[in-house]
């Protein structure tokens, strides 16, 4: 069975441009959740959706949105780009539901320069 | 608030166990996970825990719980050169019905298994 897949798998952009990155789910799972990864750091929590809602938010500039489609994929899309968008976007998806655990796609890697 | 944190590194000899240690604040904590990560990856769901359990124990793996003091660990048994790689602890609280999707995941423990 495939696991979550994200395009693309590597992206440079220029400091103000936009950006749009893909995320197909694990068939069956409902919710899809974005995580940034900065170079040395955890994953951070940038936004979850279920069933095509918005569930959650995490600390991120209104520059980043996202959205999810009636076959459960999902866009993250972040504009005006800053050095600092620089990162690993990780997206997850999971049937939904507390005892549901997120399995991770390999992530697109965004360069800003 | 949300806190997890992980000692940085950790280095074991091959055949050795090892074990990841790490620490959460928030106690509304459900559900603690074990991710890894190899390099240029996203992240493998190793194992994870339901908050009112003490152990866990898959294959190679077993996860401990103090809930008292805060406190995750994963031991793995064996170790192997191929286990090379970053490991994230996360948690994932108890939101009332909503945000499902969001785990707090500490920084990452470092671990070099040498042959």
């Known amino acids: 069975d495939a696991g979550v897949t994200q395009s693309p798998t590597h992206l440079i952009k220029t400091r103000g441009q936009q950006v749009t990155l893909r995320c197909s789910p694990i068939?069956?799972?409902?919710?899809v959740s974005w995580y940034q990864q900065v170079l040395g750091q955890g994953p951070q929590f940038i936004f979850q959706?279920?069933?095509?809602?918005?569930?959650g938010r995490g600390n991120f500039p209104d520059r980043f949105s996202a959205r999810q489609f009636p076959n459960y994929s999902s866009e993250l899309n972040v504009n005006a780009l800053l050095l600092g968008d620089s990162a690993l976007y990780l997206c997850?998806?999971?049937?939904?539901?507390?005892?549901?655990?997120?399995?991770f796609g390999n992530g697109t890697r965004l360069t800003v320069t | 608030g949300e806190d997890v944190e992980q000692s940085l590194f950790l280095s074991v000899r091959e055949g050795d166990s090892s074990v990841i240690n790490c620490t959460y604040t928030d106690s509304s904590s459900t559900y603690l996970y074990w991710y890894k990560q190899e390099p240029g990856a996203g992240l493998q769901l190793l194992t994870y825990?339901?908050?009112?359990?003490d152990m866990k124990q898959d294959q190679r793996l077993t996860v401990l719980l103090n809930k008292k003091d805060k406190h995750l660990s994963l031991r793995i048994a064996d170790t192997q050169t191929g286990d090379s790689a970053i490991y994230f602890c996360a948690e994932k609280l108890n939101a009332g019905g909503t945000s499902y999707g969001k785990l707090t995941f500490g920084q990452g423990t470092i671990l070099t298994v040498h042959p």
């Open positions: 997850a998806s999971s049937f939904g539901g507390n005892n549901s655990p997120l399995h």
């Open positions: 068939s069956g799972h409902k919710s």
């Open positions: 825990i339901f908050s009112n359990m």
């Open positions: 959706y279920y069933e095509k809602e918005e569930r």
